[in-house]
């Protein structure tokens, strides 16, 4: 296999033919160069003009050329030398675009359409081009992506896999159903499925490629109302479409579901405005910000209604169904069952959730119920009192004979 800086038979027949045309060393240099993988020397500039190759026609070093000015300056793909790469690229560009526009209705079907091609010509891409792996069936035709997402050798994750799986159930239902105003019903499939092609881009070619240059967050005329964002659902969706959804989340267990690449949830808040406007700010869940809100929207939510005592009111609530229990025998008691971490780990958060829950704000534990039953059963019952002389019953003793 010839090294990657030694130059092929169409360079060395190109830069001969510019040669004798006039052309000075550092322009055929440059020329060849560009967005070449790797770039090669002067040296072999000047080997090719003392070497006895027949030059190119002037029809070939035009189409060279026109190659060579073909190559995208920011992304650095070329439609002659990346053809599907690009139109995976720019599948995903139009199925975004046609679903942020808000003249168009048509948006579920053409999302679940497009971004099946998309993935489809990128992974077409990775095995043909990045793997050298023929992408024919017997009959002519190529690899469906469904059959490249089952290979062993396929390069994606469960969740992006489960997530493509989705998106193709629907694409396939677009053929024969209505899907009225179902839109926002796959928000989450959508958004994950963009996230997953995008990194998946990065991962097979470099930041170069990313499509987070193209596209942002969609502009709106109208402000989203929390009421009519919660009522999404629950209107104007056809029964068959509510159906397709249970599909979609069938035999997948919490964790599939909770998994970042199969559906993507955002956490927001409201930015306070002037006059009373509201404006949504979003905010990655695994930032900083993110982490803060979470603690807000949902720790503290689940401790006032779940986690309601502290280790006072668990003694308190043991001593009153008529057990011995103290602060001491409490300590011993987490401890024992490690609900929750030592005074000096780092990671306080890390507790048994079943029992006990850490509040980041104000440093300390609570509790639930559950907790108290399971340590009243375990707790000892004060010793009976003996009882007063005089109501004692008269000790039997044997008769002497």
């Not at 780990?345 to 890390?350: G, I, R, V, Y």
Request: hydrophobic share 40%; with cysteine; aromatic share 8%.
């Amino acid at each position: 296999m010839s090294k990657a800086t030694a130059l092929t038979e169409e360079e060395k027949s190109i830069i001969k033919a510019l040669l004798l045309k006039g052309w000075r060393n550092q322009d055929v240099h440059a020329l060849i160069n560009y967005e070449r993988g790797a770039t090669i020397n002067f040296g072999r500039i000047s080997s090719v003009k003392k070497a006895a190759i027949l030059p190119a026609t002037d029809e070939t070093i035009d189409a060279y050329q026109r190659r060579k000015r073909s190559f995208d300056p920011i992304t650095g793909l070329n439609p002659y030398h990346h053809e599907r790469l690009v139109r995976a690229r720019e599948a995903m560009i139009l199925a975004v675009t046609i679903f942020n526009n808000g003249a168009y209705g048509f948006k579920t079907e053409v999302f679940a359409v497009l971004a099946n091609i998309a993935w489809t010509y990128l992974m077409h891409d990775y095995y043909e081009r990045l793997k050298g792996i023929q992408i024919l069936n017997a009959d002519g035709t190529t690899f469906a992506l469904s059959h490249m997402l089952s290979r062993t050798d396929c390069p994606l994750s469960k969740g992006v896999k489960q997530n493509l799986d989705a998106l193709k159930l629907i694409r396939d239902e677009v053929e024969h159903r209505i899907f009225g105003r179902s839109d926002g019903t796959w928000l989450t499939l959508f958004q994950a499925c963009c996230l997953n092609f995008d990194k998946t881009l990065v991962e097979f070619h470099g930041d170069r490629v990313s499509l987070r240059h193209n596209l942002s967050i969609a502009l709106q005329f109208g402000k989203m109302a929390l009421e009519q964002v919660a009522q999404l659902h629950q209107h104007d969706i056809p029964d068959n479409i509510k159906a397709l959804d249970a599909a979609l989340t069938a035999g997948k267990t919490e964790e599939e579901l909770n998994d970042i690449e199969y559906q993507f949830k955002v956490v927001y808040t409201l930015d306070s405005a002037s006059k009373g406007q509201a404006h949504i700010h979003f905010v990655h869940p695994d930032s900083e910000e993110g982490k803060t809100i979470h603690n807000v929207l949902q720790k503290f939510k689940i401790a006032d209604e779940l986690y309601p005592l502290k280790p006072g009111d668990v003694v308190a609530a043991i001593r009153k169904a008529g057990k011995l229990f103290s602060m001491a025998d409490h300590t011993k008691a987490w401890q024992k069952h490690k609900v929750r971490p030592p005074n000096n780990a780092t990671n306080k958060d890390k507790t048994d959730r079943t029992h006990c829950i850490y509040h980041s704000a104000h440093k300390d534990y609570t509790y639930n119920q559950k907790w108290v039953d399971k340590l009243i059963v375990e707790a000892k019952s004060p010793a009976p009192k003996p009882l007063h002389p005089s109501a004692q019953e008269p000790v039997a003793t044997e008769d002497i004979a």
